[in-house]
């Protein structure tokens, strides 16, 4: 079984470092071929391809152009990935960085606490010696009285299990609705909920799928009976009846008195079945669609991509992970067809929702019902919900459509004294267009020349912005921001004389409008 970035980042060495997944994430269970320190991104000839990079970060500045040169860098030289354990805090380097590798499908990690390289790297070859088994019954014993199944999460070791055993592995909870699947074909997951309700008895060792005898065992949590494990049967019966007795007992260890997260690897494959129509070894749409059936999300006439868009320093991956389970769990409890995940977008601070409807009527309605979820399970201060068209591709709402709800969720949060629940491209008038332009070189000249003389003076500036709110309504203005006239008139006047601003000009008032909602986006 290979080593990959996604098993490396939940080993101690790293996980207890925070680590922030930038871009890539579609590409956390590629292998790695090997581990290697570089504060330079030239490395042809150094490495042989597919190594993970430990980088301090030295070669960084605030300059997302220099980040951006050193990322592609790596890239081109073939590199699986690239971790970054800062020196000191940079928080002008992190985020250039941040900004460079949002796009990218190279996988960038950032550590929010510094790690030691010699730590990374120990674990690296303990967990690659440990990986170098052979398959088959008698290497999933091995693997199963390993200190490596320990340390695994509870998706991960199941998947570990099933690929050291070469045969497809089931857990279903007491009701048969399947919770995890590996190995399965098309035909055997199209199969799957028929054949399980011709069994008669669901207590009995065995039944028929697709022509093959299968075998089950129950899992216990707390002495209560929560599931089944379920295989085909070998011709080794007597191991298998081994393996999965083991099998069994390792995963109740790994759930003591927490059933719900049964209920949490079925949510985990939903959203792996959508964000791998987004990486490069894409699935098809009708695999992808047999899983979502199987898994227990079915019979959907549209799919709306929605994104929640986070302010910078919203919290790290473990709040953002914390409300993923939350927003899970609450989706789950009123009945919402909906696929949360972080893989969904490129962006850090964003989590992808999916939601099936089952026709253009449903939508208003599940939308209101969708941002009350969120609403009451959110924590975070600053926050926003933006929305795409619904389409009846499964591919294209998992690509284009929720791209564009990211478009519109960071337009949204861009917004000072944002009114409505949820946003959509209509209701973000010319933010919509103006955000690829706030991240060239020309729209920062653009906020530069507009709005340098006032960046000295917040308050000032907030006052331009909320006059420009208020279309020159001064006394909507100084209701808005708790000021007299006679205060709100001296303002503007040292805006005209000292800052030489003509408002009374519409070109003028339409500069320093694109100007500050540019500066919003670029503050994000």
């Known amino acids: 079984m290979a080593l990959t ?16 997944i930038l871009s890539g994430g579609a590409r956390l269970d590629d292998r790695v071929d090997g581990i290697h320190i570089a504060e330079s991104a030239d490395l ?10 430990l980088c301090s970060g030295i070669a960084l500045d605030d300059s997302v152009e220099r980040a951006s040169a050193f990322l592609n860098g ?4 073939s590199a699986g990935g690239v971790v970054f354990s800062f020196l000191s805090d940079a928080a002008g380097a992190k985020a250039a960085l941040r900004s460079a590798a949002a796009g990218m499908e190279f996988p ?19 967990m690659s010696r440990a990986t170098v088994v052979s398959k088959g019954p008698e290497a999933v014993v091995d693997f199963l009285d390993s200190p490596l199944a320990g340390q695994l999460s509870a998706m991960d070791f199941l998947r570990t299990t099933a690929e050291l055993l070469n045969r497809p592995i089931v857990l279903e909870d007491e009701l048969c609705a399947v919770l995890f699947q590996s190995g399965l074909d098309i035909e055997q997951m199209l199969r799957y909920p028929q054949s399980r309700l011709r069994s008669v008895g669901l207590q009995q060792e065995s039944f028929e799928l697709a022509g093959e005898q299968w075998i089950q065992r129950q899992v216990t949590v707390r002495g209560r009976r929560v599931g089944r494990i379920l295989s085909p049967l070998w011709k080794e019966t007597a191991l298998l009846a081994v393996v999965l007795e083991k099998l069994s007992r390792t995963l109740e260890e790994k759930l003591p008195g927490r059933v719900d997260q049964l209920e949490l690897l079925r949510q985990e494959l939903l959203a792996d079945s959508v964000a791998e129509l987004r990486g490069k ?4 749409e009708k695999a992808a669609l047999v899983r979502l059936s199987l898994y227990g999300m079915a019979n959907a ?17 473990e709040e953002q992970l914390l409300l993923i389970r939350r927003l899970r769990a609450a989706f789950r409890r009123k009945s919402i067809p909906a696929v ?23 939508v208003p309605n599940l939308l209101q019902k969708i941002y009350q979820v969120v609403e009451d399970e959110c924590s975070f201060d600053f926050w926003s919900m933006g929305v795409g068209d619904s389409v009846e591709s499964l591919h294209a709402v998992a690509n284009s459509g929720i791209d564009d709800a990211f478009r519109v969720a960071r337009g949204a949060l861009s917004i000072i004294g944002r009114h409505k ?13 103006i955000q690829s332009l706030a991240a060239t070189s020309e729209g920062i000249d653009f906020v530069r020349d507009q709005l340098e003389p006032l960046k000295s003076d917040p308050e000032l500036l907030d006052f331009l912005e909320a006059y420009l709110n208020s279309n020159g309504n001064i006394a909507e203005l100084s209701r808005s921001i708790h000021l007299s006239r006679p205060s709100t008139y001296a303002r503007l006047r040292r805006l005209q004389e000292e800052f030489g601003l003509d408002l009374e000009s519409a070109d003028t008032r339409t500069s320093l409008h694109l100007a500050l909602a540019m500066h919003r986006l670029m503050e994000i």
């Open 340 to 362: 949360v995940s972080h893989d969904l977008t490129q962006w850090p601070e964003a989590i992808g929702i999916v939601v099936a409807a089952e026709g253009l009527g449903a």
């Open 281 to 284: 070894k894409r699935s098809s």
């Open 74 to 77: 790596l890239e081109r030289s």
């Open 5 to 20: 970035i996604r098993r490396l980042l939940q080993n101690p060495a790293l996980n207890r470092s925070r680590p922030h």
């Open 108 to 126: 960038v990690v950032l550590l929010d606490d510094r790690a030691r390289f010699i730590e990374i790297i120990e674990a690296f070859h303990d």
């Open 301 to 317: 006439e549209e799919f709306i991509p929605v994104v929640l868009c986070f302010a910078e320093g919203q919290g790290g991956s």
């Open 421 to 433: 629940k949820y946003y959509r491209a209509h209701d973000l008038g010319f933010r919509w267009i």
């Open 44 to 53: 042809m000839g150094l490495i042989e391809g597919g190594e993970l990079i």
